[in-house]
């Protein structure tokens, strides 16, 4: 997978997608890395920061979930499918 960026209008962190997660550099110079939630790959963003994941299996009939980065708390929320 192509790497994409994107820069969080909320905080001015520029976002940086793979598939095993994103990098985040911070304004104050700061770099930190968000592993993929476990057992999915990341594919691309969407809307604003919201990322899509495919799963290695199916979750409750999905293969792919829509995740949002929480950059303070380092992890990966799960929204809901992606259709």
Same mark, same amino acid.
């Given at each position: ?11 001015? =962190?520029?976002?940086?997608? =793979?598939? /095993?997660g994103?990098? +985040? ?6 770099? +930190?890395?968000?592993? /993929?939630?476990? @057992?999915?790959?990341? =594919?691309?963003?969407? /809307? @604003?920061?919201? +990322? ?8 409750? @009939? ?12 380092? +992890? ?8």
């Amino acid at each position: 997978m192509t790497e994409a960026q994107r820069t969080d209008p909320r905080t001015g =962190s520029v976002l940086t997608l =793979s598939s /095993a997660g994103l990098a +985040v550099t911070h304004p104050d110079g700061r770099h +930190v890395f968000i592993a /993929a939630p476990p @057992g999915y790959s990341l =594919s691309h963003f969407e /809307a @604003g920061i919201t +990322v899509v994941g495919r799963g290695e299996a199916q979750h409750d @009939g999905w293969w792919d979930w829509h995740f949002e980065p929480d950059l303070e708390a380092g +992890v990966f929320r799960r929204l809901g499918p992606a259709y």
